[in-house]
């Protein structure tokens, strides 16, 4: 968590949603700290502030548990992008995004972008053992210099417990295709009231990434970022327009006079 008191003030806030599990902690470590760390799962919420160029943008970890279900509302409110997370090797948790998660957006700006993720690609897809820079780049995380066995395939396994390091090695089955987060993205579109026309297209706002390998981590956020350029700009220029008014500095000596010579 920052330090408070050393903290500026955010232009925008991007939020992430989804179930336990599903990695959106591990997403945010990536991202921020450049490596991948074991988790246990969020209680209630946690943030860091992202310094983009001239512009500091909030991100926000929410809790997928039942319990803390009620705070994601809260978390979402204002925000200008939420990126709804799922575990491609768990269906239920796409389920949970249209069934627990996205009416939590309902207090989120008129105008938010929404970006639908699958993490843990790297259990289905031994190509995404490659992490991908922000640029486009691939690179191997080991080095290059080790010799590489093929994974073992595996026809169809359970959905996976929280750590996918019991299976290392091994290539999941894939529940979750990209037709199916497809369809679901198109259906947020309507449930949010949104012209498909006019938004942005689905397979640019479907993003399968890995937060252990880093693969397309860099994309994700960086292409939100690009995205809520617009609204950063438009708040900066609300905020001109309509400066705050500091309560201490304008209750000076004329303010006392003013409330001595008051009947």
Same mark, same amino acid.
């Given at each position: 968590?920052?330090?408070?008191?050393?903290?500026?003030?955010? =232009?925008? *806030? $991007?939020? !992430?949603?989804? #179930?336990?599990?599903?990695?959106?902690?591990?997403?945010?470590?990536?991202?921020? %700290? +450049?490596?991948?760390?074991?988790?246990?799962?969020?209680?209630?919420?946690?943030?860091?502030?992202?310094?983009?160029?001239?512009?500091?943008?909030?991100?926000?970890?929410?809790?997928?548990?039942?319990?803390?279900?009620?705070?994601?509302?809260?978390?979402?409110?204002?925000?200008?992008?939420?990126?709804?997370?799922?575990?491609?090797?768990?269906?239920?948790?796409?389920?949970?995004?249209?069934?627990?998660?996205?009416?939590?957006?309902?207090?989120?700006?008129?105008?938010?972008?929404?970006?639908?993720?699958?993490?843990?690609?790297?259990?289905? =897809?031994? *190509? $995404?053992? !490659?992490?991908? #820079?922000?640029?486009?780049?691939?690179?191997?995380?080991?080095?290059?210099?080790? %010799? +590489?066995?093929?994974?073992?395939?595996?026809?169809?396994?359970?959905?996976?417990?929280?750590?996918?390091?019991?299976?290392?090695?091994?290539?999941?089955?894939?529940?979750?295709?990209?037709?199916?987060?497809?369809?679901?993205?198109?259906?947020?579109?309507?449930?949010?009231?949104?012209?498909?026309?006019?938004?942005?297209?689905?397979?640019?706002?479907?993003?399968?990434?890995?937060?252990?390998?880093?693969?397309?981590?860099?994309?994700?956020?960086?292409?939100?970022?690009?995205?809520?350029?617009?609204?950063?700009?438009?708040?900066?220029?609300?905020?001109?327009?309509?400066?705050?008014?500091?309560?201490?500095?304008?209750?000076?000596?004329?303010?006392?006079?003013?409330?001595?010579?008051?009947?």
């Amino acid at each position: 968590m920052p330090d408070l008191s050393k903290m500026k003030k955010p =232009d925008v *806030k $991007v939020v !992430l949603l989804g #179930d336990m599990n599903v990695g959106k902690t591990s997403l945010l470590h990536r991202y921020m %700290e +450049r490596k991948f760390k074991d988790t246990v799962s969020t209680v209630g919420g946690a943030f860091f502030l992202k310094q983009w160029g001239p512009y500091n943008i909030s991100i926000w970890d929410t809790a997928g548990r039942e319990q803390f279900h009620g705070l994601g509302s809260m978390y979402c409110r204002g925000a200008a992008a939420v990126i709804l997370t799922y575990d491609v090797t768990n269906w239920q948790s796409l389920a949970e995004i249209e069934e627990r998660f996205l009416s939590l957006t309902d207090t989120a700006n008129h105008d938010c972008i929404y970006a639908l993720v699958g993490n843990k690609a790297d259990l289905t =897809d031994p *190509k $995404v053992h !490659l992490s991908q #820079d922000a640029d486009g780049q691939t690179k191997d995380p080991t080095g290059g210099d080790e %010799e +590489r066995t093929e994974p073992q395939v595996l026809s169809a396994v359970p959905t996976p417990p929280a750590s996918p390091t019991s299976f290392s090695g091994l290539v999941l089955h894939k529940q979750v295709t990209r037709d199916d987060a497809l369809s679901l993205y198109e259906r947020i579109l309507r449930y949010k009231g949104l012209d498909e026309k006019s938004s942005l297209p689905a397979d640019k706002m479907c993003f399968e990434t890995s937060a252990k390998t880093g693969y397309n981590v860099d994309v994700l956020f960086e292409t939100l970022f690009d995205l809520v350029l617009p609204s950063i700009l438009r708040k900066r220029h609300e905020n001109r327009e309509s400066p705050t008014v500091d309560l201490e500095d304008s209750g000076g000596v004329g303010s006392k006079r003013a409330r001595s010579s008051c009947c």
